[in-house]
């Protein structure tokens, strides 16, 4: 099996007697040990009058079996341990995996694997969990990438397994005469959950050959398959299906054209990925690009290619591009401009260096493949098995042979307008159908012959062209031997207004590095109108670079502007050796940046298009951003942004950009494959860059609003035709150290319990849970349940209920449970940083918290040991029991503000309603 050099990781291949597909993974460097087990069955396995099964089965395996009945005990054991599971199902695989403390890894695969063997699937959780499924379905009703789905279904072959309803609900799933769903469910458990169907991975600090006996002694008793999986046959597409226009009106205000090409499955291909050099020039965003000359017109905001739905036997390429509002005027001229690209694509051979930048960035990925956590490298692993023979089990995702010309010019004849179908995405239309599942207004029509004709001859435009040869490619990167062996950051300069941090990698030996540079700016957030242009600003920004700096991207140099509640932070990562090259250039832009008025208009229009959209958010989503923007108030909403920005003119914001970094604070870190000569280029290209407008004064410290002595706050939102909800945050008053020690562990403790409760046993809803929460260092904990039919005073109601029951749940928690609690939470914080970009997010997280002696997590490590379960339970008893009065956010949805009064509400909840949130903003003291 082919490895990375830079992977330490022993691997083993094994089959099971029983035809169980096995890759062993041996990882010292972890404390923690993970599995994954795929099937390759899906939705397309789906009986035609049980739709949803597959999806319904893969909820049912988790609750209970023949050697654990208890349908929460393995939720419990993994919580309980540090671990965490879930699983999914897909069209043609299902996936299950979890990870925990390695010295509980044996005791978690011997109830894993029992739902492989034995689980129960028991009338009682069959009628429970359908509910849930339901609950799930309903959920996504207004997911617009569900709705999509769904119009693709009702637009293909009705044969092909494709077409059939994904998640099942209520209906799908009902007991028939003489046909309960139970039945149904175990018929298809026995025939498709069979070991040649299956692949497993395990990875942990075990040996080799402990894990093959663990494998061996827990999996051996799955049964082997008695007939073979059948293949799909049917064709996605019938004549029909091609050559049409199909207008989808979405939920939120979106607008996109999909060009999608259909192909047979391309699979076969994976060690040349022709579709690969397809995708790279037909996605570019560089000079002569599709996206550049669209975005001259001001037709376009993105642009991407490749991606579609794919299976066994069939693969869309698709051509997914974002629309200006002017766009939508111009699609036929949009769709020309990329048939006029696919002629440049076909009129000659395409060159070979297109294909080894790909090959080399490929082959750089490999080499230096960034380490990743035992559970993600498990799901990714356990997939693999399923497509590509044990030599390519790690390789065959990054496996680049030879560019095969043949092949790319038979994929090339896919892209044609008689093999395309038009995808229009916008509000701006009236469709005559209604898709059955999500009730998607729709229309699907032929496109014209004229218009079809017209495509296959398109002729070349002058104004594209191929990308010349791109000059960031880095054939043989250099990795820096180790001077120093400092375990954290040095702080090698500071003067006033400006602090710079280096530490060089001794950890990952990789050629990359992290540039993180925090630039505070107290005018960014002197007025709600600043924060807002702040936000249009780096839009702006981003937007303004993107061609200039495309080949740096695509040669694994990336950067990313963002803004903070203080200013702005500017991050380079990848490949070191010329990030300092690239860094000289973006700050530069940076100081210079001027947008022109079109398309600070168009940028402008598009931001508040896109803050309007946050009310079609799931009623949790909208509530917890209600609570952030609450409880921070240089943290917007999305209404306040789009109000402040609706009245901000062309002149106001280039004065704005004028004045944006004449008074700053500048705080960096550069973190990775540097030496410190390089970090003195670094620090003065940043200094050049804001010569004289540095100082200390200019500091921003974010505020977070105070509650202590105010008891319960209500605050009402209003979310007409939304699921009902509520959460219950109750922030802490301090950050200390042992504070957070209490409120994480309490939320530890509860979270599992709470779910098979909330979830499980009283079915109020799907999205259900207890989590820690903090806002701005500051720790909270939130309760909170989403339903579809139960009022926010019922859910609030039953979460308070819980909380004043919860420790007598706890009666029978022994001493030796506590301490598994105790280290499971302190082992999850003790896991080794996986890779050089989560530790570079850790020293900076640290950095910008003023962490400055990075013992933060250490402290807090330190803290959870030192808990004992009284204290614990003393938290519980007077920080969290209504009884005790405690400061609390209480946040419910209202159908309409008119729902009920403020006197209605106070005396449903107790409490002081809050009838809007920056209410809070205006009257309640602040803390830093």
């Not at 999986?229 to 299906?241: I, K, M």
């Not at 490749?306 to 069939?314: H, R, T, V």
């Not at 502007?561 to 010329?578: D, I, N, R």
């Not at 159908?895 to 009838?915: H, P, T």
């Amino acid at each position: 099996m082919k490895q990375s050099p830079n992977d330490s990781k022993r691997y083993q291949t094994v089959t099971l007697e029983n035809g169980l597909r096995v890759l062993l993974i041996q990882n010292t460097h972890s404390e923690k040990s993970a599995a994954a087990l795929a099937v390759n069955v899906g939705h397309f396995n789906d009986p035609a009058d049980r739709q949803g099964l597959a999806h319904f089965l893969e909820h049912m395996l988790f609750l209970g079996t023949e050697r654990y009945p208890d349908g929460s005990e393995y939720q419990k054991f993994i919580s309980q341990y540090g671990g965490n599971n879930n699983a999914w199902t897909s069209t043609e695989h299902t996936c299950f995996f979890f990870d925990i403390h390695h010295s509980h890894f044996t005791k978690a695969i011997d109830r894993f694997s029992q739902f492989f063997i034995a689980p129960l699937l028991s009338a009682e959780f069959v009628n429970k969990e359908r509910q849930n499924i339901d609950a799930e379905f309903k959920l996504k009703l207004k997911d617009d990438i569900r709705r999509l789905y769904d119009v693709h279904k009702e637009t293909i072959n009705p044969k092909h397994p494709f077409s059939k309803f994904s998640v099942g609900n209520i209906d799908t799933l009902a007991d028939r005469e003489n046909q309960p769903v139970k039945d149904d469910v175990q018929s298809f458990f026995h025939r498709y959950y069979r070991a040649e169907f299956m692949t497993l991975a395990l990875e942990g600090p075990q040996s080799l050959d402990e894990l093959s006996t663990l494998a061996t002694l827990k999996f051996t008793d799955i049964p082997s398959a008695v007939d073979p999986l059948p293949e799909v046959t049917e064709p996605l597409y019938l004549p029909e299906h091609q050559g049409i226009n199909i207008q989808v009106m979405p939920v939120k205000n979106d607008r996109q054209l999909i060009i999608s090409f259909a192909m047979p499955s391309i699979d076969k291909y994976y060690r040349h990925k022709p579709e690969s050099v397809l995708a790279y020039l037909i996605g570019h965003e560089g000079p002569g690009s599709i996206l550049s000359l669209l975005k001259k017109q001001q037709w376009a905001m993105g642009i991407s290619a490749g991606s579609g739905i794919n299976g066994s036997n069939f693969k869309d390429f698709n051509v997914s591009i974002s629309l200006t509002e002017s766009g939508e005027q111009h699609l036929d001229e949009i769709v020309d401009t990329v048939f006029s690209y696919i002629t440049l694509l076909k009129q000659d051979q395409l060159p070979e260096h297109y294909y080894r930048e790909k090959q080399a960035i490929a082959e750089l990925s490999f080499t230096y493949h960034e380490k990743s956590s035992p559970l993600d490298n498990v799901c990714q692993l356990v997939l693999n098995m399923q497509h590509y023979p044990p030599d390519d089990y790690i390789f065959g995702d990054y496996v680049m042979e030879s560019m095969c010309h043949d092949t790319i010019k038979k994929l090339l004849g896919y892209l044609t307008p008689s093999n395309m179908r038009l995808v229009h995405i916008s509000k701006n239309q009236q469709p005559s159908k209604t898709s059955y599942w999500y009730q998607v207004p729709y229309d699907v029509g032929p496109i014209t012959q004229d218009k079809l004709a017209k495509w296959q001859q398109m002729p070349l435009n002058k104004a594209l062209f191929l990308p010349p040869a791109n000059p960031y490619i880095v054939s043989n990167p250099q990795v820096i031997a180790p001077q120093n062996g400092s375990k954290i950051p040095t702080l090698v300069e500071k003067t006033d207004g400006f602090t710079l941090w280096f530490k060089q990698d001794i950890t990952f030996k990789v050629p990359k590095g992290y540039i993180y540079i925090g630039i505070d700016s107290p005018f960014s957030v002197a007025s709600p109108e600043n924060i807002a242009m702040t936000r249009l600003f780096v839009d702006l920004y981003t937007d303004d670079v993107i061609e200039e700096n495309y080949d740096a991207e695509l040669a694994g140099i990336h950067y990313h502007l963002y803004a903070h509640q203080g200013g702005m932070t500017l991050q380079v990562s990848g490949l070191s050796e010329k990030q300092g090259d690239l860094l000289a250039k973006l700050l530069v832009s940076l100081q210079h940046h001027v947008a022109p008025q079109n398309r600070f208009e168009l940028f402008k229009q598009q931001s508040i298009s896109h803050w309007a959209n946050a009310d079609k958010s799931k009623s949790i989503s909208q509530l917890f951003a209600t609570m952030s923007s609450a409880m921070q108030p240089n943290n917007l909403s999305s209404q306040k942004l789009a109000e402040a920005l609706s009245g901000v003119s062309y002149q106001q914001f280039l004065r704005f950009s004028e004045q944006l970094f004449t008074q700053v604070t500048i705080e960096a870190l550069v973190h990775g494959n540097w030496l410190p000569e390089h970090t003195k280029q670094i620090s003065a290209c940043i200094k050049q860059t804001f010569h004289g407008y540095y100082r200390n004064e200019y500091t921003v410290n974010c505020p977070v609003i105070d509650i202590k002595d105010q008891g319960q706050l209500i605050l009402p939102v209003t979310l007409p035709d939304h699921d009902h909800a509520s959460v219950l945050y109750y922030p802490q008053p301090d950050k200390a150290v042992n504070t957070t020690a209490k409120t994480m562990i309490t939320s530890h403790l509860l979270s599992p319990l709470f779910f098979q409760e909330m979830r499980t046993e009283k079915q109020y809803g799907y999205l259900v849970g207890v989590g820690y929460i903090p806002i701005s260092r500051y720790p909270g904990i939130a309760f909170y349940i989403q339903s579809p039919h139960t009022m926010p005073d019922a859910l609030t109601g039953a979460m308070d209920d819980f909380i004043h029951t919860c420790l007598e749940k706890l009666e029978d928690l022994s001493n030796e449970d506590w301490q598994h609690l105790q280290h499971g939470l302190a082992g999850q914080l003790q896991e080794n940083d996986a890779s050089l970009r989560i530790k570079s997010q850790r020293f900076w997280g640290a950095i910008s918290n003023k962490d400055t002696e990075f013992k933060h997590k250490q402290n807090l490590i330190d803290a959870i040991l030192a808990l004992t379960f009284d204290e614990v339970k003393t938290f519980i008893r007077t920080q969290l029991f209504k009884s005790a009065k405690p400061d609390r956010l209480l946040l419910v949805t209202t159908a309409c503000k008119e729902e009920l009064s403020f006197d209605e509400l106070k005396q449903q909840l107790g409490g002081m309603v809050i009838s809007r949130e920056d209410e809070l903003n205006e009257t309640m003291a602040r803390k830093y």
